[in-house]
């Protein structure tokens, strides 16, 4: 009688936690998006398996049915896995199940998941924090029209310096980056954008700010900006 929204982490199966793997396995239902799908098999055989995701050209499910599926599998099962890509409260909409789950009274938990923030530019090699160079990271969401937040936000974030981490941003990178040039940040600024991170598909696109919006950069994609950027650690004799 419990719904956990577990983390599934960023796309390989070995980076979701143990906790994660060890409920997943026990779950009667699997409720999951379509960056989930790779831990699948982690599922046990008999599980029923219900695939909330959005795929490219259909419909996506409205977060109210998929709330309304938690509610009810909560209600009618022991152990119902909650299965989202990253970590569950990390723009993940997590939040909102939680939300209809208390107020349905059905017991919930929160299984963390490593969130692409992290993973994918540690699997390109980019560290978010370096001393001397980025004391600091910010994260955002590249879905809403860069045009429509003012620029004085954009000010704001350039002026606070350090590394600026975009989910959700492969479709409007080209905007982002304008809008940061136009609050003052230089036009050289590295940027690493990361593909399907942790995944066989992956790939990074290094770039800098004047020129990323110029380059195909396929969804999912985690996008680095600032001069951590310009590292790649997997290339660093010794490291
Ligand atoms: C709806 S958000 C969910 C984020 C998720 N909760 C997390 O913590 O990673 C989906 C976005 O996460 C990023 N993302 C998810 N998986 C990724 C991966 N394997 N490689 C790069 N970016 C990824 C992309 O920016 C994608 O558009």
């Known amino acids: 009688m419990t719904v956990h929204l577990v983390g599934a982490g960023p796309g390989d199966p070995e980076l979701i ?62 152990c119902v896995v909650r299965l989202k890509g990253g970590d569950p409260l990390v723009f993940g909409r997590g ?71 975009v989910l959700m941003g492969a479709s409007n990178i080209a905007g982002i980056a304008d809008r940061l040039c136009s609050a003052g940040m230089p036009a050289a600024t590295p940027v690493a954008a990361v593909h399907a991170a942790t995944t066989p598909a992956q790939h990074v696109h290094r770039s800098t700010l004047d020129r990323i919006g110029a380059i195909p950069v396929p969804s999912p994609a985690t996008i680095v900006i600032g001069d951590v950027a310009a590292i790649d650690l997997r290339s660093v004799p010794g490291v």
């Open 17 to 78: 936690s143990v906790r994660g793997a060890r409920l997943l396995a026990s779950a009667d239902v699997v409720v999951h998006d379509r960056l989930a799908r790779p831990l699948l098999p982690l599922a046990a055989p008999g599980a029923e398996i219900v695939d909330v995701g959005k795929s490219p050209g259909s419909a996506p499910v409205p977060q109210s049915e998929i709330n309304r599926i938690l509610v009810e599998a909560g209600r009618r099962y022991a």
């Open 95 to 165: 939040a909102e199940e939680a939300a209809a789950l208390a107020a349905a009274g059905v017991p919930f938990d929160v299984v963390p998941g490593i969130s692409s923030v992290l993973a994918a530019p540690a699997a390109a090699g980019v560290p978010v924090t370096v001393r001397g160079t980025s004391r600091s990271f910010t994260v955002l969401t590249g879905h809403e029209d860069p045009e429509l937040i003012p620029l004085a936000w954009w000010e704001a974030l350039v002026t606070l310096g350090g590394t600026i981490v």
